[in-house]
């Protein structure tokens, strides 16, 4: 284990394996609590609970937050026949007053040319300036923002522990049902996580690439690919920082061949086949083994492309229409028709990841592999 620490890549991703296991941890004993004190405080107990109205300025809220209930009439120009339906009068005799001042400005439509009048009756002393242009209407929307804002409740401080913690309690139970709430917020702590290891293992393989092709530069040049791929100038000046930084382009060529064999392999499967085959590794990363609950299990290539899947699932279509994924993997689980991480697989693929990145970095630190680069 301390031996495996010597390679960079595997230490960075250790240090993240353990941050997302430790805030899983702590968050799923927050829900913990959570759930226990809901149960014992229901609802109806907190009304009397009195929560601090927020600063109109600590509001925030998007675009998407505003939502146009009714648009009120303010004012604008109609024709000489509604204004004659609005009070019940003839059109000829709104034409009368219309023409001697009685009914304010007077005015033609831009497009038809007939006599509009303002309405209502109020606005037709203000001055042309202060109503719309003619043949358009003033409207005045009404509209329920949703917004949020921050509570501060000082949580270090213990006086006034019992008050805070029942104010905390029912900014819980406004949250929704205690049940469902608490049910999904744990799926979403597995799934989160889940979708953080995937993201740091699929860092320390790109990593490890790097580290051996640095520990090994002339790889980029062996083999058919190597010796086929062509830059132009414009590309190296680029890639150099303009002639200045040799660590630059050789950080990009690896780049262009991560990125070249990822795709060609269909993402993190590709880049593990191309460590196996360009460095010839003693050890099969995908044997590595694993314990789970007692029993000694093996990491293998259909357990990681599982998981590749699963990610890609949650990641692109947000774990809908996986009826083709669960007929492939049963032993995946589902609920309201959505593709679940639960406890117990969260935990499995974590140990298989974190058992091939181990295998990879052991064989590295102790040189149990071969670049054939005489």
């Not at 242009?133 to 409740?153: D, E, H, Y």
């Not at 000082?154 to 029942?166: A, I």
């Not at 406004?174 to 709430?181: E, F, L, P, R, S």
């Not at 959505?338 to 974190?354: Q, R, S």
């Amino acid at each position: 284990m301390e031996k495996a620490l010597e390679f960079e890549p595997y230490k960075n991703y250790l240090e993240l394996y353990d941050y997302i296991d430790n805030f899983l941890s702590i968050s799923s004993l927050s829900y913990g609590i959570t759930k226990q004190l809901l149960n014992k405080h229901g609802k109806a107990d907190l009304k009397g609970i009195d929560l601090p109205e927020p600063n109109k300025k600590a509001l925030s809220f998007s675009m998407a937050d505003i939502n146009v209930k009714d648009v009120e009439f303010i004012c604008g120009w109609i024709s000489c026949s509604e204004y004659a339906k609005k009070l019940e009068i003839s059109e000829a005799e709104v034409i009368e007053k219309a023409n001697i001042g009685k009914l304010g400005h007077k005015s033609e439509h831009p497009k038809s040319g007939e006599c509009i009048l303002i309405w209502p009756e109020e606005y037709q002393s203000k001055e042309l300036d202060e109503l719309p242009a003619p043949g358009k209407s003033k409207f005045k929307p009404k509209v329920s923002i949703t917004a949020k804002a921050g509570l501060s409740i000082d949580t270090d401080e213990l006086t006034g522990f019992e008050d805070k913690q029942m104010q905390l309690v029912r900014l819980a139970h406004a949250v929704g049902d205690k049940d469902k709430v608490t049910n999904k917020a744990e799926t979403m702590l597995f799934q989160s996580s889940f979708l953080l290891n995937w993201t740091a293992f699929e860092v320390f393989i790109r990593e490890s690439i790097h580290s051996l092709y640095r520990a090994h530069p002339k790889k980029l040049t062996k083999g058919q690919k190597g010796s086929a791929q062509s830059l132009s100038y414009k590309d190296i000046f680029q890639m150099s920082a303009e002639f200045d930084d040799i660590e630059k382009l050789k950080f990009s060529l690896i780049e262009m061949e991560i990125d070249k064999h990822q795709k060609d392999g269909e993402s993190i499967t590709g880049l593990i086949n191309f460590l196996k085959s360009e460095f010839k590794f003693e050890n099969d990363p995908y044997n590595a083994w694993y314990v789970l609950k007692g029993d000694k299990k093996k990491s293998s290539f259909n357990r990681i492309t599982e998981i590749k899947d699963v990610r890609n699932a949650l990641m692109h279509n947000a774990g809908k229409d996986v009826d083709t994924l669960i007929e492939e993997y049963p032993h995946l689980q589902r609920e309201d028709n959505n593709l679940i991480i639960n406890d117990d697989y969260y935990h499995e693929t974590a140990l298989i990841m974190k058992s091939v990145a181990f295998s990879i970095a052991k064989d590295v630190v102790s040189e149990k592999y071969r670049t054939n680069d005489s």
